[in-house]
């Protein structure tokens, strides 16, 4: 893991302590320099399946940043008396960089969601970000990386946004990223967003840090997923108390 940011452990998966300013800063000055990263944004989902699964959580030790995606995270290391500044998203992340990517014409190769999602991203890059240089895409549902990752090695993008939802993407990004000296990044759902086929909750719910609620609403099928929450913080209260009783 890279050493530019102090790190935030919890639950045993090591947080960049920094703001959303000084990481995209740093995730432009790596590019500009052609170095090789791997970004996972993490929220308490993928911290409780990385604590079920330790090859995942060996794949997470060794992404160069692993970010505090959910306001989960954020009250975890409040509650562990190691606070975190904000919440350092993976949308967000994705939007900001193709903005930089489109100012600085830099080129990106996008893998993930169903065709007809992946069509309509395409379809925006032309729209939205002109001057990015698409060198390729595919969808999300392959078998065999070696075309996918072929492409990859032949164009040697500056950014690879990876949509295949966790843990798949970030193994898929573990595997591979040795072909190019890219900016890997796993991006959960964010094309379906960025396609308009999901709607992402209005600025008033993120403020208020329910944007998991709007999701909820949107997507009821969500329900079992948002189970994890409860067992996440009941996690970090054991965490709390336990290292009360070693301090003691």
Do not use: C
């Amino acid at each position: 893991m890279s050493n530019n940011f102090k790190k935030t452990t919890i639950l045993d998966i090591e947080f960049i302590n920094t703001t959303n300013a000084n990481f995209l800063a740093q995730i432009k000055s790596d590019s500009l320099a052609r170095k090789n990263r791997f970004i996972v944004t993490a929220n308490p989902e993928i911290v409780l399946f990385a604590r079920q699964h330790l090859d995942y959580k060996k794949i997470l030790s060794q992404a160069d940043y692993v970010t505090p995606d959910g306001i989960g995270i954020i009250k975890g290391g409040a509650i562990l008396g190691t606070p975190l500044p904000e919440r350092i998203t993976g949308f967000d992340t994705l939007t900001s960089l193709l903005e930089w990517a489109n100012s600085h014409h830099k080129s990106i190769y996008l893998v993930g969601a169903a065709e007809p999602v992946i069509q309509k991203v395409v379809t925006k890059m032309d729209t939205d970000y002109p001057n990015i240089n698409l060198v390729g895409f595919h969808n999300g549902y392959f078998k065999d990386d070696h075309e996918i990752v072929a492409k990859i090695k032949a164009t040697q993008p500056d950014f690879v946004f990876v949509a295949t939802g966790f843990p798949n993407q970030e193994a898929f990004i573990q595997r591979n990223r040795h072909v190019s000296d890219s900016i890997w990044m796993g991006v959960g759902g964010s094309f379906d967003v960025l396609a308009g086929n999901v709607n992402r909750a209005p600025q008033f719910w993120q403020d208020h840090h329910v944007e998991w609620l709007y999701r909820l609403f949107q997507e009821p099928t969500r329900f079992i997923r948002m189970l994890a929450i409860p067992h996440y913080l009941f996690l970090i209260y054991k965490e709390k108390f336990s290292r009360r009783k070693k301090k003691n």
